[in-house]
């Protein structure tokens, strides 16, 4: 009898295991040029049954025009016979504040440290180039101006009215000094980690 019950389960979840399905839809951030068959890309499209290679070279082809390595996010839609919708969208908001700070990255404790400074001028601009996103288009320009905000004080970004050169070049000349130190500390913690593993 216990046997039979498990052949019945058994064959219960093999219908359902054959029923899951992936949900067409995805959105991914893929690097502008830099579309590759590898993880982890490949897998999430193999499971959709993609052309991956070919999705790669579309990709590619589009974005040949933007800076390579330029985070874009993209919304895919897999039709049923398996060919592909893509949709491009400008590059995050962070990575804008990163580049107009010329921070290599967020502050790690954004309430105690300052990754970068920018200009309200410089959210202006930011807030220029993030209006076409369809994410933003029932948006007004003032409340595209505050998200920016909030995401810079996330980000541990200050924003200033004016930036003077000379100041913004030491700032940023201490901010390497402080970046390498932390990757110091980093390394440490990491080696003692795996001292303690093994």
Known sequence: MASKGMKKVARVGKKFAEKIEHPPYMRVTIPAGGAVPAPPLGPQ???RSVQIQQ???DFNEKTKDIKDGTPLPVDINVNPDRSVIMTI?????????????GA????????QQVAGKISLKHVYEIAEMKKVDPVFAMTSMQNICKLIIGQAHCMGIEIVKNIQTEELREFLAARKEELKQQEEELAEIRAAKMLRVT
């Open 55 to 57: 999705f790669c070279q």
């Open 89 to 101: 969208h400008p590059p995050p908001v962070s990575h804008f504040l990163k580049l107009a700070a």
């Open 104 to 111: 290599m990255k967020g502050a790690m404790k954004p309430s």
């Open 45 to 47: 499209l193999g499971q």
